[in-house]
């Protein structure tokens, strides 16, 4: 079992920077593949970023490729998301997700959600 909480998510303008959390419970953290999704009001959720549960491979949406930054740290537990040039239409509950070692772009490929957390980027 792993549980996950993230944390981070605020208002902030457009062109400014965020970074998210995502603390994972349990001691075989660093066996599983992390994921980032997000949100938006009246939309599926959609894949962001995933990174490997070495670290080594990450993927990340077209939406975000540039801007946005995935990384990890096995001895806290720990991935994170940071956002750079956050645009409006980045504005969305954000979500992690865990999965065993290989990294999945679909969320059915997940078997562990938190809870989510809100980015709201203005114009």
């Known amino acids: 079992q792993v549980q996950l909480v993230e944390s981070g998510g605020g208002l902030v303008q457009a062109g400014g920077s965020l970074r998210l959390s995502c603390a994972a419970s349990g001691r075989t953290f660093s066996s599983y593949a992390m994921g980032w999704f997000r949100q938006a009001p009246g939309k599926e959720r959609e894949f962001v970023a995933a990174i490997s549960w070495g670290g080594g491979r990450t993927s990340y949406a077209d939406s975000v490729k540039g801007r946005f930054t995935i990384s990890r740290d096995n001895a806290k537990n720990t991935v994170y998301l940071q956002m750079n040039s956050l645009k409006p239409e980045d504005t969305a509950v954000y979500y992690c997700?865990?999965?065993?070692?290989?990294?999945?772009?679909?969320?059915?490929?997940?078997?562990?959600w938190g809870q989510g957390t809100q980015v709201t980027v203005s114009s």
């Open positions: 997700a865990a999965r065993p070692y290989t990294i999945a772009l679909v969320t059915r490929e997940y078997d562990y």
